[in-house]
């Protein structure tokens, strides 16, 4: 008996639940015909697709500035990125590489300026950051409307000017990473260079947290008294998370894009953050700790459950709510894991 609380005290209730709702929702699948190869398949996918977004979360929690709302400040950076190399017709790995070379400095430089404004606002960062995300998106709609773009791929194609509201990939870096090494083992499609790409991300993080620039920002964010007694710049730390999770942003939607096979202007960044935040929370982390094990097990518990979910409840609605069951699934993970700061502690 104590073994056993030991251990629901080690998992943690929230995973605990979803843990185990996956695993009926699977059962049921199985009952129902679902294949199975081919759900594993977009479990890979999504896990490889939303996992640099949510690994963004990881060096702001560990600077101190908790959770990042401000997410859709390095996706529009990323988004920016992307629309470059189409209007240039840079396609494949190309592409991408022009991609990511313009969209990292620009987040860096974004990411410089908000965090620079957190620092004014200590105690208030994820207010903050939700009014700074929401308010960025909605300034960027007008962006799009007088951005000079010129390619035909991008621009209306009544009126000549302003970018359309979805704008294809598939002539320039479309599913890209998910192609590269890709092979099919009994029915799963594993999208190898995908995952490899996202482990990298999680493999570079996790090296950064463990050089002096790494240890010195954790220390900040840990404890700020101590830190600052210590001779540690904490407001310099700060601004480094910051930047660090907004190129992390950046990098995840121009991942996601190219797996998705579209960019997604105007409103569609406006709640990008929530299901970040969400997936991190279940995960295991909190508001002040965090580790890569975190990011990995809820992008995996969050996508895997969004996945099995719907063609499950889908056949048992008959097949006529599956916009709505979507919904209703993804808004209760999150709403289940902003109610738990905390994330893996028990609540």
């Known amino acids: 008996m104590e073994s056993f609380k030991n251990f629901v005290e080690k998992v943690g209730y929230p995973r605990l639940i979803i843990g185990g709702f996956l695993f009926i929702l699977s059962i049921m699948a199985a009952m129902l015909s679902i294949p199975i190869p081919g759900l594993i398949g977009d479990i890979l996918t999504r896990i490889g697709m939303n996992g640099i977004l949510v690994l963004a979360m990881v060096p702001a ?15 529009v950076c ?7 190399s189409i209007e240039f017709k840079l396609t494949g790995f190309t592409g991408l590489f022009i991609t990511l070379i313009v969209a990292i400095p620009l987040a860096a430089i974004v990411g410089y300026f908000y965090g620079q404004m957190l620092n004014r606002m ?4 994820m207010t903050v950051g939700t009014y700074v995300g929401f308010s960025v998106v909605s300034a960027m709609c007008i962006f799009w409307l007088l951005a000079p773009f010129r390619s035909p791929e991008l621009i209306w194609a009544v009126g000549g000017s302003g970018l359309r509201v979805t704008v294809s990939l598939e002539s320039s870096i479309d599913k890209v990473l998910n192609s ?3 092979f099919n083992f009994a029915g799963v499609q594993v999208p190898t260079g995908l995952l490899l790409f996202f482990g990298l991300c999680c493999l570079i993080v ?3 947290g463990k050089t002096k620039s790494g240890v010195i920002m954790n220390a900040a964010g840990s404890n700020e008294r101590f830190a600052t007694a210590t001779g540690i710049n904490v407001n310099q730390q700060r ?3 910051v930047i660090l999770s907004t190129i992390l942003g950046a990098i995840g939607i121009i991942v996601y894009s190219q797996s998705f096979g579209f960019l997604q202007l105007y409103n569609a960044p406006l709640y990008s953050a929530m299901p970040a935040v969400a997936a991190i929370l279940i995960g295991g982390a909190s508001i002040k700790k965090v580790k890569i ?3 990995i097990i809820g992008t995996f518990l969050f996508q895997a459950l969004l996945v099995v979910a719907l063609p499950v409840l889908n056949i048992l609605a008959d097949g006529n709510m599956s916009e709505v069951i979507r919904m209703i699934v993804q808004n209760g993970i999150i709403l289940y894991a902003l109610t738990r700061k905390t994330g893996g502690d028990l609540a």
């Open 122 to 125: 200590k105690g208030q960062e």
């Open 180 to 182: 590269f090494l890709s």
């Open 239 to 241: 601004i480094l998370g």
């Open 206 to 208: 996790w090296f950064f």
């Open 61 to 75: 929690i560990r600077a101190g500035v908790g959770l990042n709302f401000a997410l859709p400040l390095g996706i």
């Open 78 to 84: 990323g988004l920016i990125g992307a629309l470059i």
């Open 293 to 295: 094990s975190h990011v």
